[in-house]
C-alpha cells in the first residue's frame, strides 16, 4: 500500500495520512521505496508557493477515490534518498539507490529517462514542464562526491544549500556587469535562523565589503548570534535600527510587516529586493496593501540561476564549485546542527504541522521515515 501525507493546497495547516493501493507498473517505470528524507521550512515554502511556482505538479494527488472530499489537497515535495524495489526500466535495475524530489511517502513510481553516467531524469509526462534541477535523480553508487556519513547533512542541507549558493551568486554578481551585491555595503537577510539564511550568510560573510544583517525572533537571537556567519543581529519590530546603507534585501520570511519595515529604513538606499521565501506564511500583517518604499521585491527561483551557470561554467564547473563551498558549510555546520529522527506517518504529519506554525528548533535537522 502507498501511504502519504497530504496537504490541503490553500490551508498548509491542515494535512492528512491517505493510504491507497499501489499502482500497476507499466513499462520503463520503476517503483521506488523511500528510505527517508529531510523536513525543513523550505518544504512549508514549497506549499506557500505550490500554486504560483507549481509545486503541486511534481507529484499529483488521486481524484475520485475514497479520499476526494471535494478539496484540492497536495503532496509537498522533499528531499532524501529512495530504493528501486520494482522494475521494469532496464536502465534502474532493483536495488539502485537514488538521491532527489520525493513526496512524503513510503513509495514512489517514476518514469526514468535521458539517464548519463551519475543518475537520470524523470520523464513522465506530468514533469515535463518542470525545473530540469527537480526532475533529476543521483545514482548515489556513481556519485563521486557522495559520502556516506554526510547522508543526513545531504538530506537536510544540500537542496537549501544550493539555494543559498545560487543566492550569494546572484548578489554578489560574479561574472555580471552589475556592481558587486548591486553596489550595496549592507545585506539584510530576513528569517535569519533558517538554514537557507544560514547558508547565504555563510558565503556572504567570505566577501570583502558588505556587512551581514541577520533579522529574527527575540526566542531565535542567541542562536542566531551564536553561529558567527552574521555581522549584526536585528530582531523584528527593530527594522529602523538597521545600519545605514545603500542595502540589498533577501527575503526568506515573507511577512509583509518585515518586508515594509526594511523597505521603510532604506526606502531609495534599498538597491535590490529578493523574495526567496514563506517562512512566516501565517503571520497576520494586517491589512496594509500600500507599496513597499524603494525596489519592487523581485521573485528569486534557484533553478534558473543553476540553469545560467550550468549554461556559463559548464556541470563540471557548476559541480566543482559548489561542491568546495558545501564541503565547507557541511563541516561547519557540525558546530551547531543536531539531527532528530521522525519515523512513522502520523509522527512525520505532527512534525509537518508543527513546522507550518514555525515551531521547531533551528538547531534540529529532522530525517524522516514514512513506513
Not at 496537504?7 to 520503476?30: I, K, M
Not at 484540492?72 to 532493483?94: I, K, N, Q
Not at 533553478?303 to 551557470?309: D, E, K, V, Y
Request: hydrophobic share 40%.
Amino acid at each position: 500500500m502507498e501511504t502519504v501525507i497530504e496537504v490541503v493546497r490553500n490551508d498548509v495547516a491542515t494535512s492528512r495520512v491517505a493510504v491507497r493501493p499501489e499502482a500497476t507498473l507499466t513499462p520503463g517505470q520503476v517503483r521506488f521505496t523511500v528510505e527517508s528524507f529531510a523536513l525543513t521550512s523550505n518544504n512549508i515554502t514549497y506549499a506557500v508557493f505550490g500554486e504560483a511556482m507549481r509545486y503541486w505538479d511534481f507529484f499529483p494527488v488521486p481524484s475520485g477515490d475514497a479520499f476526494d472530499d471535494g478539496r484540492a489537497w497536495g503532496r509537498v515535495p522533499v528531499w532524501g534518498f529512495a530504493v528501486a524495489t520494482e522494475s521494469l526500466c532496464e536502465a534502474v535495475p532493483v536495488g539502485s539507490r537514488v538521491y532527489g524530489y520525493l513526496p512524503m511517502a513510503n513509495t514512489l513510481v517514476m518514469t526514468p529517462g535521458k539517464a548519463d553516467d551519475t543518475g537520470f531524469i524523470d520523464v513522465a509526462a506530468h514533469r515535463a514542464p518542470m525545473a530540469t534541477a527537480y526532475n533529476r535523480y543521483v545514482m548515489v553508487a556513481e556519485d563521486p562526491a557522495h559520502l556516506p556519513e554526510l547522508e543526513n547533512h545531504q538530506m537536510v542541507l544540500w537542496p537549501l544549500f544550493m539555494t543559498s549558493f545560487m543566492i550569494d551568486d546572484f548578489i554578489a554578481s560574479e561574472g555580471t556587469d552589475r556592481p558587486e551585491f548591486f553596489g550595496a555595503s549592507v545585506a539584510v537577510i530576513s528569517s535569519a535562523s533558517s538554514k537557507t539564511s544560514i547558508g547565504a550568510a555563510f558565503l556572504m560573510k567570505r566577501r570583502s565589503g558588505v556587512t551581514v544583517i541577520g533579522l529574527t525572533s527575540p526566542s531565535n537571537r542567541s542562536f542566531v548570534e551564536s553561529l558567527g556567519c552574521y555581522d549584526r543581529v536585528v530582531t523584528y519590530g527593530e527594522e529602523t535600527t538597521l545600519p545605514d546603507g545603500p542595502a540589498v534585501y533577501v527575503d526568506i520570511a515573507g511577512d509583509r510587516a518585515v518586508n515594509r519595515g526594511v523597505h521603510g529604513r532604506y526606502d531609495d538606499d534599498l538597491l535590490y529586493s529578493m523574495v526567496v521565501g514563506g517562512t512566516h506564511w501565517n503571520v497576520d500583517t494586517g491589512d496594509d496593501r500600500s507599496p513597499l518604499a524603494g525596489p519592487k521585491p523581485e521573485f528569486f527561483f534557484a533553478p534558473s540561476q543553476i540553469a545560467l551557470r550550468s549554461k556559463e561554467w559548464g556541470k563540471a564547473g557548476l559541480d566543482a564549485r559548489v561542491g568546495d563551498a558545501w564541503r565547507e558549510f557541511a563541516r561547519w555546520s557540525n558546530e551547531w546542527l543536531r539531527f532528530d529522527a521522525t519515523e512513522g506517518p502520523e509522527s512525520v504529519k505532527a512534525l509537518f504541522d508543527r513546522m507550518s506554525t514555525g515551531s521547531v528548533d533551528p538547531r534540529l535537522g529532522h530525517i524522516c521515515r514514512v513506513a
